[in-house]
């Protein structure tokens, strides 16, 4: 049985970080993309980040650009994700989750760890 775990999560001040981790456990294939999503107060579940097998390619949403790193390391089923300059509106529940054929379908997800940025 497959499992996602995330960690990281916390409160912290507009303009901090945070690095968000997520380990996979129950894995008997190596995704072919792990991903994080965000949910926030009111709003449907969107797109963060995606890294694929290798570490490359790198994906990420216009909101996160620049300010977020997402990588890898299949050696211990783990994706993180490194959150630089945090605003407000990154609030949410951040959610990791596996594409196991790259094909778009996120097959497995996390139960989610909250990130909250106060003014």
């Known amino acids: 049985q497959v499992q996602l775990v995330e960690s990281g999560g916390g409160l912290v001040q507009a303009g901090g970080s945070l690095r968000l981790s997520c380990v996979a456990s129950g894995l008997t294939f190596s995704p072919d993309a792990m991903g994080w999503f965000r949910r926030a107060p009111g709003k449907e579940r969107e797109f963060v980040a995606a890294?694929?097998?290798?570490?490359?390619?790198?994906i990420y949403a216009n909101s996160v650009k620049g300010r977020t790193t997402i990588s890898r390391d299949n050696t211990k089923n783990t994706v993180n994700l490194q959150m630089n300059t945090l605003k407000p509106e990154d609030t949410a529940v951040y959610y990791c989750?596996?594409?196991?054929?790259?094909?778009?379908?996120?097959?497995?997800w996390g139960q989610g760890t909250q990130v909250t940025v106060s003014t």
């Open positions: 989750a596996a594409d196991r054929y790259g094909d778009g379908h996120w097959n497995y």
């Open positions: 890294v694929g097998r290798s570490g490359v390619p790198t």
